[in-house]
């Protein structure tokens, strides 16, 4: 996601077309807060609506996590990991707990 202030946009209104174009969407703010989300518009925004369609990218961005996301939907990280990849998003998950287990399991030997 991009953040955009609403003077430059007014001075560089390209800017998003340009977003829009690439099918990214801009968080627009007003001396630093929030004001607006501009996003290009898509079948995901009908069949998810906004909030989840936001999340969804947002996931894809690498804005938000999978339990971020998960949250959002109001479902379990295994019912939302299915929905993501039925959606075609890929996921790479771990434990990362599980990951310092095998090495210190590794560097034991």
């Known amino acids: 996601m991009q953040t955009i ?14 977003a829009l174009d690439s099918g990214d969407y801009l968080l627009i703010t007003r001396h630093g807060k929030p004001i607006g989300i501009a996003a290009a518009f898509d079948d995901g925004l009908l069949d998810l609506g906004f909030r ?5 990218r ?3 961005a690498g804005d938000l ?45």
Do not use: C
């Open 58 to 60: 947002s996931f894809q």
């Open 5 to 18: 202030g609403i003077k430059a946009l007014q001075t560089n209104p390209g800017v998003l077309s340009k």
């Open 65 to 109: 996590s999978l339990g971020q996301v998960a949250q959002v939907f109001d479902k379990p990280r295994e019912e939302t990991m299915r929905l993501l990849a039925e959606l075609g998003i890929a996921i790479a998950d771990y434990d990362l707990a599980e990951d310092l287990e095998t090495l210190e399991l590794l560097g034991s030997h």
């Open 52 to 56: 989840k369609w936001i999340a969804v």
